[in-house]
């Protein structure tokens, strides 16, 4: 599968989708925030620098200081997909962001999110 056409997305054109989506389901930007910073590494400076910079998803991910160590305990079906066994490690960590603020717009409590 060549993913190079994701990769070049905007991460700030994505953005308020995750913001729509999880405030339809009664959750904050905040919130949304939380678990992308959680995920990343970013400070809240880095991150919205990375917004203003509109940088794409590839770049997003190349210049985050620190995936997070729990990422790999994110499971289950995104999009089709299970996340697991997703071989592309952009791919994956695209897919864990999708996981992470699905499960927010789910109503799952935070500390089940981040997986602590």
């Known amino acids: 599968m060549n993913n190079t056409r ?3 997305i ?3 054109s994505v953005y308020p989708l995750y913001i729509q989506k999880a405030e339809k389901k009664g959750r904050t930007a905040e919130e949304v925030d939380n ?3 959680w995920l990343t590494g970013y400070s809240e400076t880095q991150f919205r620098n990375q917004i203003e910079k509109k940088a794409d998803l590839e770049t997003f991910f190349a210049e985050a200081p620190k995936i997070n160590p729990n990422a790999s305990k994110i499971t ?3 999009c089709g997909y299970r996340i697991e066994e ?3 490690p952009l791919m994956q960590k695209i ?3 999708d996981k992470l603020v699905d499960e927010l ?3 799952k409590k935070m500390e089940k999110i981040l997986r602590e």
Do not use: C, N, P, T
Request: no cysteine; charged share 25%; net charge positive.
């Open 95 to 97: 897919r864990y962001m």
């Open 76 to 78: 289950g079906m995104i």
């Open 86 to 88: 997703i071989e592309d």
């Open 35 to 37: 678990v992308i910073l």
């Open 105 to 107: 717009a789910k109503g």
């Open 6 to 8: 994701v990769y070049k």
């Open 10 to 12: 905007l991460f700030s």
